[in-house]
């Protein structure tokens, strides 16, 4: 099969516990016309040795080495050998659901930018943590809402293997080979920045494994510096206008870290607080502040009561998220 329908990239590092189950899960899918291409990311287990057992057997599974180490190598190589008229990406630890690249193909084929999601579910040998039961919680209210636009800086609004694009994304407006750590956010990002519209499917597309050596959890690259780093640089490029001042609400750790960021590029910021200290010089009332100016809020409890009370408070206000409010 020259040119399959879909190609599917998959990085592969020390995947050995996971990888045949992760590959059965693609074999298993209701639509056959694909191609899995695996870049082995210098792994030092036996997970080449695994996945070689499938490309022998399987013409659509093709296994190569990667050239450089990395994650973003690792999809630009896998990209560059792709022939698919449509790509999507699958992390070697987890699960395809069987209907997933279908849903995902019907969706996407609506338009060259259009990004297809769907819902996502984690699942573990123990219990799921809070913390990933409530972004699991948030991902799937975003998704079925259809709020992507109004959350794209407050956290990663697709998961990072849970999308299908037209592949002339990659080669005409988003070039693999420039993404940045974290790059599933960076991805997004540019999706936005670039006028794709996000379309979900009120269907589970992913099966999400939570197990203590995921990447996520390990490199720094995911930690939340960089995804401060990452998110405000892309507010900064495309929501102000030079020379335009910002507004902060919230002096906590994000607010600070967000703050340094804006002073390192100059930006002037008003910094703003609820519970304000008389007198104190670092901020002001937030009562005094003005919808005119493009503001970013950091302070978002996670009572429902009071995240409802302080969204009133800025409708009074004239504020609207995602027009000239964000959360982050």
Known sequence: MNHPQISILMPVYNAQEFICETIESVLSQTISDWELIIVND????????????YSLNQKRIKLVDNTTKGIIPALSHAFNLSNGEYITRMDADDLMPPDKLKWLYETAKTSSKTVATGLVRYFADKPISEGYLRYEKWLNET?????FGENIYRECVVASPNWMV???CFEKIIFP?????????????????????IKAINEVTHLWREHPSRTSRLSEVYQQKSFFELKTNHFINNELQKGEKVQLIGYNQKGKLVHSIFARNNIPIDIYEFNSETGNPIYKDVSFIQSAGKTILTNWPTENKIQQDITQFLIERGFEFGKNIWLF
């Open 143 to 147: 998704a079925v809402q259809n709020k």
């Open 177 to 197: 080979e420039n993404l940045e750590y974290p790059e599933d956010y960076d991805l997004v990002l540019k999706w936005y920045a670039a006028g794709y519209e």
């Open 166 to 168: 037209h592949r002339s």
């Open 42 to 53: 210098f792994s030092k287990d036996k997970s080449a040795e695994l996945i070689s057992a």
